[in-house]
């Protein structure tokens, strides 16, 4: 049977709007199969080096830094203060990885473990690691319903916490508190933090949570030797960050984890003069974005690496 004139205009037209949803849907897959190989380069999911990583997110004012051990292994130390922290974890982990081997929590101050319940919300975290100190606000009671909902594991740490092991050739000490301050308060929390040093051949780098001058000599009990990278404590406070402390630590790089244009004035001039006297290279997350240091053991290398979102 002939078709009808209208039939014969329709069908065409058809074809082309099913055509051009076909080009529209393979652009768009091409686009997002091209930002997965790019971000999949850019932040080296599949980097066949064995090669410790650590970024230093740029969360705004707080601290945020994740550990990817050659093996593999995932350390959240701080989580931010707010959601953000979700957006940087979905960069830097596979899409379909969703557990998290440790979060440290160093003090309980919004900014540290303000981002911590959405985390606990979205990934499958292994341990906890804290002080148990008293916090001043109710997020320590949110987070502490999340790891009784979720069962997950919680050790209160001090310098006699025996190290973890993490891999070969790699350790992660405690070096302060030196005391046990579970259930107890304290005037000033920041110096509850827990400081790490994390080491990996001969890439030495210390977390310093935001541990003020009273914290100092705790923490320079332990060091033998200089350090590779600095994490500066407390966003470059006044406070933190003694010319004693900077000489022996003796740091080549220092970072700064801090907002930009922050109500507390953060960082202070002080201390970048402290930081710029010792001829120390500074990065910092409100100009710098993101940082990464990598080490495959040798010296470490650190850099500027602004994530995308
Ligand atoms: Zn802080």
Known sequence: MPRSPIETRVQPLKLIKRRKKILGLGIITLVMILSLVWQASYTGWFS???????????????????????????????AGAGGTILTKLGEVMLP??????????????????????????????????????????????????????????????????????????????????????????IDNLNNSSIVLLLTYGETSILLTGDAA????????????????????????????TSREFLETVAPRYAIISVGAENDYGHPHPATLERLKTQNIEMFRTDLDGDILITSTGGEPTVESRPLPF
């Open 48 to 78: 066949s080096e064995q090669e410790l990583k650590v970024w230093i997110f740029d969360v705004g004012q707080g601290d945020a830094i994740f550990i990817e051990t050659p093996e593999g292994k995932q350390i959240l130390v701080d």
């Open 213 to 240: 001058f009273e914290e100092e000599p705790e923490i320079l009990n332990d060091i033998i030797e200089p350090i590779d990278v600095l994490k500066i404590a407390h966003h470059g406070s006044v406070t933190s």
């Open 96 to 185: 379909w990885d969703r557990t998290i081997d440790a979060v440290v929590v160093t003090h309980p101050h919004a900014d540290h473990e303000g981002g911590l319940p959405e985390v606990l919300r979205r990934y499958n975290v292994g341990t906890i690691y804290e002080t148990g100190v008293l916090g001043y606000n109710d997020l320590q009671e949110t987070v502490e319903e999340l790891v009784f909902e979720k069962g997950i594991e919680t050790v209160m740490v001090t310098d006699k916490l025996p190290p973890p092991t993490l891999g070969e050739g790699l350790g992660v000490g405690v070096l302060a508190p030196d005391t046990n301050l579970q259930n107890k308060k």
